[in-house]
């Protein structure tokens, strides 16, 4: 029963999308599309209103700054003759952990401009599914002193996974992560969390927003499964 109980729920939750592309004088300058959730649910109509007006923030950010700064590069472009390339932004996200206690969503916006520029901003919610109510990271840690700096030690450690990969870090990374970590950027995932780094703050411009992995250790008041 419990587990019928927890399909039903992950069927509530769907992902609503809007295409639209901007014009000037009949030429196409700017192809939006964006995907923003849905959850069902009385109680969760706090959760439905924020991501209804996060979408709407950015599709009018795009018809206007983004539309302008794209216009002017047409405009540029035809000037000298050369080729105009089509500018482009959307919104997407995806459900990172739903059980019955938990809802994580992350999201990611990108801007690509016509001079092959792509713009990056990654950030996550994380509610709890009974009441729609938002989940702060410091309650993954009741009661531990501290728990910021042994994230932040943990995040140097996928931090450096991350480079031996070959992503591009910046070379003093330890103050980076330090420097621009923050709390409001993580999502929770089901053998741990998902912190995110804005474009070019611990990495060159070409990797986008960072996004670094930290899974659930033994000495964390928190694993798969809590108490907020």
Same mark, same amino acid.
């Given at each position: 029963?419990?587990?019928?109980?927890?399909?039903?729920?992950?069927?509530?939750?769907?992902?609503?999308?809007?295409?639209?592309?901007?014009?000037?004088?009949?030429?196409?300058?700017?192809?939006?599309?964006?995907?923003?959730?849905?959850?069902?649910?009385?109680? !969760? *109509?706090?959760?439905?209103?924020?991501? &209804? @007006?996060?979408?709407?923030?950015?599709? $009018?950010?795009?018809? /206007?700054?983004?539309?302008?700064?794209?216009?002017?590069?047409?405009?540029?472009?035809?000037?000298?003759?050369?080729?105009?390339?089509?500018?482009?932004?959307?919104?997407?996200?995806?459900?990172?952990?739903?059980?019955?206690?938990?809802?994580?969503?992350?999201?990611?916006?990108?801007?690509?401009?016509?001079?092959?520029?792509?713009?990056?901003?990654?950030?996550?919610?994380?509610? !709890? *599914?009974?009441?729609?109510?938002?989940? &702060? @990271?410091?309650?993954?840690?009741?009661? $531990?002193?501290?728990? /910021?700096?042994?994230?932040?030690?943990?995040?140097?450690?996928?931090?450096?996974?991350?480079?031996?990969?070959?992503?591009?870090?910046?070379?003093?990374?330890?103050?980076?992560?330090?420097?621009?970590?923050?709390?409001?950027?993580?999502?929770?995932?089901?053998?741990?969390?998902?912190?995110?780094?804005?474009?070019?703050?611990?990495?060159?411009?070409?990797?986008?927003?960072?996004?670094?992995?930290?899974?659930?250790?033994?000495?964390?008041?928190?694993?798969?499964?809590?108490?907020?």
């Amino acid at each position: 029963m419990k587990n019928r109980d927890l399909l039903e729920k992950k069927e509530k939750v769907i992902w609503k999308e809007k295409q639209k592309i901007l014009t000037l004088t009949g030429e196409p300058v700017l192809e939006m599309s964006l995907s923003w959730p849905e959850v069902a649910g009385k109680k !969760r *109509w706090n959760v439905r209103r924020y991501y &209804r @007006l996060l979408s709407e923030g950015w599709e $009018k950010q795009w018809c /206007r700054e983004v539309y302008w700064c794209a216009c002017a590069d047409l405009a540029q472009k035809r000037a000298a003759s050369r080729h105009f390339v089509l500018w482009k932004a959307s919104l997407s996200g995806q459900v990172t952990r739903q059980d019955e206690q938990l809802l994580s969503i992350a999201m990611l916006a990108r801007e690509e401009h016509g001079d092959g520029r792509g713009l990056e901003y990654r950030w996550g919610d994380t509610w !709890r *599914w009974e009441d729609g109510s938002p989940v &702060r @990271l410091k309650e993954f840690f009741p009661g $531990k002193h501290r728990w /910021r700096r042994e994230l932040l030690r943990q995040a140097e450690d996928a931090a450096q996974r991350a480079r031996e990969r070959g992503c591009c870090l910046a070379p003093e990374l330890k103050g980076a992560l330090r420097r621009w970590f923050s709390a409001e950027r993580f999502v929770v995932e089901k053998d741990g969390l998902l912190l995110y780094y804005p474009q070019c703050t611990v990495a060159s411009a070409a990797e986008g927003a960072v996004t670094l992995h930290i899974p659930f250790v033994q000495s964390w008041p928190m694993q798969g499964s809590h108490s907020v």
